[in-house]
């Protein structure tokens, strides 16, 4: 059998309550100890431990570790009298301020609110003179910049003021702002893909749907010329010519319009193209103007590059085209030639052509911008559009540059890799 001797069961009722106020008096002195820490009446606490050893606790030591723990705050920290003044900042501050702790010493906190927000500062500061207030606004620096914070106002017991807590909200709005602005630009990025998918089917329908009634209008016209033939006039079959040759011009618009919109909707995928292979094509398709004009076409080594085949035959063969229409007096000596950049083949396409003048420079690669008339050149001016929009499908830049009547050199860039 096991006995368990119960203590309290030894003492008598007079011992228990004498015990009981013995302890009351003990917690009443540690309530007196803990109110005269709080108000600063006490300087130093000694304490006994179990082995009768004694401890001192200096409230300088506690007041110190307290001030260096302020000081490494990464926030600004101050205390205010109820009127926001401030009779103790940390380093922090000051530095948020743009000022010395010095000047900021005796300041109003509400001196350094934005205008604007000097309302919502009043309404913090007297919620946190009662229990405690909190909420976003800007302060103005010394050099006029101006900053996000949040502060944060609470009271303590028997303190006639209170405590401030300053967080730099900076980069937290700057990012809240790169966030903003990615999110508008993808969406402003969505709606334009949207807007020139649309475009571009409307293009095409628009042109496929023209070429019939235009195909009518050029036949029953030519037609009518050859019915009634003998029984019109010089006048008459003039104004049937003109309307042939409108019709004419209209379906070369119309198709050119088509090829257009088909640079980035009908698309090969990219292979491998030996651009020696490709410039032989080219020579082919040209043959008659080249045989027309006599000219002289030659070309470097040329390399092996990444692409969608028909579109950068299309590229090489527009600009020599162009280069054989805007001849000057001499016989056309086109020169092609390519060297490799840093990620990229860079092609240049030099003639002794008329030349371009430096303000026309941009314009020449606008759709439908010609900078001759129909008497002049034939043409629609869409060629070196549809030139630029193919070279950009490939990833790559086009421009030229050019002295008026000493010929041009179009330059246009591909990159050694493809995505």
């Known amino acids: 059998m096991i006995l368990i001797r119960d203590d309290r069961a030894s003492k008598t009722r007079i011992e228990l309550e004498e015990e009981i106020e013995e ?14 820490i709080h108000s600063g009446e006490i300087d130093a606490i000694v304490v006994e ?7 001192i606790y200096t409230m300088d030591g506690a007041d110190r570790l307290y001030r260096i723990l302020v000081e490494e705050m990464w926030q600004g920290v101050a205390t205010i009298t109820q009127d926001s003044t401030i009779y103790y900042s940390n380093a922090r501050l000051s530095k948020l301020l743009g000022i010395s702790m010095e000047q900021v010493t005796g300041r109003k906190l509400k001196d350094f609110i934005h205008p604007d927000d000097v309302k919502l500062f009043n309404f913090i500061l007297n919620n946190g003179l009662k229990t405690i207030g909190q909420g976003e606004l800007r302060i103005e620096t010394k050099n006029d910049s101006i900053i996000h914070v949040l ?3 609470k009271t303590l017991p028997d303190l006639e003021g209170a405590y401030v807590v300053i967080t730099d909200l900076s980069e937290q709005k700057h990012h809240e702002e790169v966030l903003k602005t990615q999110k508008e630009l993808k969406e402003t990025l969505e709606e334009l893909k949207r807007s020139n998918a649309e475009l571009e089917q409307f293009a095409y329908v628009a042109s496929h749907d023209l070429q ?24 008459a079959r003039e104004y049937i010519n003109f309307a042939v040759d409108g019709a004419k011009r209209m379906q070369v618009l119309i198709n050119d319009l088509l090829a257009f919109s088909r640079v980035t909707s009908k698309t090969a995928d990219f292979t491998e193209i030996d651009l020696k292979e490709l410039l032989g094509e080219v020579m082919f398709n040209l043959e008659l103007d080249i045989e027309e004009t006599n000219a002289q076409i030659t070309c470097d080594t040329l ?22 229409k805007y001849r ?7 020169n092609i030639s390519a060297h490799k950049e840093q990620g990229y083949w860079l092609f240049s396409i030099e003639d002794n052509g008329i ?15 010609r900078l001759h008339t129909q008497d002049e050149y034939e043409g629609t001016g869409i060629g070196l559009a549809i030139t630029k929009r193919i070279v950009e499908r490939h990833r790559g830049n086009i421009w030229v540059e050019s002295e008026l009547g000493k010929g041009s050199t179009f330059y246009f860039t591909i990159p050694e890799m493809q995505q």
């Open 49 to 55: 431990d179990p082995n009768k050893v004694s401890q």
């Open 303 to 324: 390399p092996e590059i990444v692409g969608d085949y028909s579109q950068i035959l299309r590229i090489f063969q527009n600009i020599i085209a162009n280069s054989l």
């Open 151 to 153: 502060i944060s106002i």
């Open 23 to 36: 302890l009351q008096a003990k917690l009443h002195d540690a309530e007196e100890t803990l109110r005269a």
């Open 212 to 235: 019939e009634p235009l195909r009518m209008v050029s036949s029953f016209t030519q037609l009518l010329e050859k019915k009634y033939k003998d029984e019109l006039d010089d006048e």
């Open 355 to 369: 030349g371009i003048e430096p303000q026309y420079f941009g314009q020449v690669f606008q759709i439908f911008r």
């Open 328 to 334: 000057g007096e001499e016989t056309p000596k086109v």
